[in-house]
Structure formats: C-alpha cells, structure tokens
T-cell receptor
Framework: GEDVEQSLFLSVREGDSSVINCTYT??????LYWYKQEPGAGLQLLTY?????DMKQDQRLTVLLNKKDKHLSLRIADTQTGDSAIYFC???????????FGKGTSLLVTP | EAGVAQSPRYKIIEKRQSVAFWCNPI?????LYWYQQILGQGPKLLIQ????????DSQLPKDRFSAERLKGVDSTLKIQPAKLEDSAVYLC???????????FGPGTRLLVL
C-alpha cells in the first residue's frame, strides 16, 4: 500500500506532554490505530479511533483525527520513562481490513 | 485470556536453508495475519486468513514463502529457501473478525546468514 508517514524520532522530558503525528493515505479507512512496541517485544494496541470521530481520550492518551487532512495525532500527557518505545500509526485497508503501518516514531523520555 | 502465541522466538539459519514459524491465535479468533517487520520499518502484511481460507496473499513472495491454516486455528509460515533479505521479525496477529481489533504475538526474530 501507499506510505503512512510518521516523524522518526521524538525526545521529551519526563512529565512533559508528547505529541506524535501521523499522515495516513486512505480516506476510506474505517479505523485508525496506535500501537506501541518496546524493545524485543511485539506490538501492543494502545488505542484506536473510528473514522467518524474527531477525538478520543483514554486516561493519559488523547487521539485527534483530522479527516480532511488525513492527519492523526497521539498525545501522551505526563510522559514517563516507561513510555519510551516505538509508536506505530496504522490504518485499516479497504479489502480484508489488514493494517497498513507507518515506519514508527521512536519516543525517548529523559529524566 | 491467553494472547497470541508464536514459536520459536528466535531463529538463526544460513541462506538457502528452510525455516518454519508457528502461530496459535487467541481462542475464537477467526482471522489470522502474518506480517513481516524489517528492522527500522513498520510491519508489512504477508498473508491474511479467514478461518482456513486465504483472504489476501498478494504481498507474499510465493516463490519462497508459503503459509497454511489447515484447521482454521494454528498457522505455519515457511520460507524455502531463505535469502539474506528475509532477516526480519515475523509477527502473527489475530482478530475475531476482519473488522475488529488485531492482537499481536511477540514475534519470531529470524536472522539469515
């Protein structure tokens, strides 16, 4: 599929907010996802948003969706060192609903 | 609820050898996916099963890769013969239906020398 774009790297201080951005490709995607991958581990689903929503909040996580610009963002409030990981944005593709992933954003949280 | 299980966790082989990976999805999940994740990239779909039938294998290099899910539960992915560029993490995921959330296993890390 076409590329889902993400910035590759983000560094924040502990306690600050992190914002990870993503531009997706398919305007007909039904769901958009954020997955977290820690070193040597599989993908952990963090949250997802249905395409008819603008925003979704789940504890420290806030997802914003701008369908017009095909832009998705993940905000992590009060970022902790345990949040250091790679974050993947993914869209569900039309046929079969398999996921089309971005290359991931490496988040580094410094004390 | 048990998650998606994969084995082995690590495998090192020489090029031109064969290798097989196994996946046991979450109980009751009819849809199973195999993804390939090359270092520094996001996962790419290789094949999608619905029960024991193939939904999408358009990205599977069929000259060397094969996959099956004979009884609609466990699945195996085989590479024969392996090339250096097959070095990657092979991730299995499952969902109750294609439209529902996919849950990923820990992956099998393959290194081809």
């Amino acid at each position: 599929g076409e590329d889902v774009e993400q910035s590759l790297f983000l560094s924040v201080r502990e306690g600050d907010s992190s914002v990870i951005n993503c531009t997706y490709t398919d305007s007909s995607s039904t769901y958009l996802y954020w997955y977290k991958q820690e070193p040597g581990a599989g993908l952990q689903l963090l949250t997802y948003i249905f395409s008819n929503m603008d925003m979704k909040q789940d504890q420290r996580l806030t997802v914003l969706l701008n369908k017009k610009d095909k832009h998705l963002s993940l905000r992590i409030a009060d970022t902790q060192t345990g949040d250091s990981a790679i974050y993947f944005c993914a869209e569900s593709m039309d046929s079969g609903y398999a996921l089309n992933f971005g290359k991931g954003t490496s988040l580094l949280v410094t004390p | 609820e048990a998650g998606v299980a994969q084995s082995p966790r690590y495998k090192i082989i020489e090029k031109r050898q064969s290798v097989a990976f196994w996946c046991n999805p979450i109980s009751g999940h009819a849809t199973l996916y195999w993804y390939q994740q090359i270092l520094g990239q996001g996962p790419k779909l290789l094949i999608q099963f619905q029960n024991n039938g193939v939904v999408d294998d358009s990205q599977l290099p069929k000259d060397r890769f094969s996959a099956e899910r004979l009884k609609g539960v466990d699945s195996t992915l085989k590479i024969q013969p392996a090339k250096l560029e097959d070095s990657a993490v092979y991730l299995c995921a499952s969902s109750q239906t294609p439209q529902e959330t996919q849950y990923f296993g820990p992956g099998t890390r393959l290194l081809v020398l």
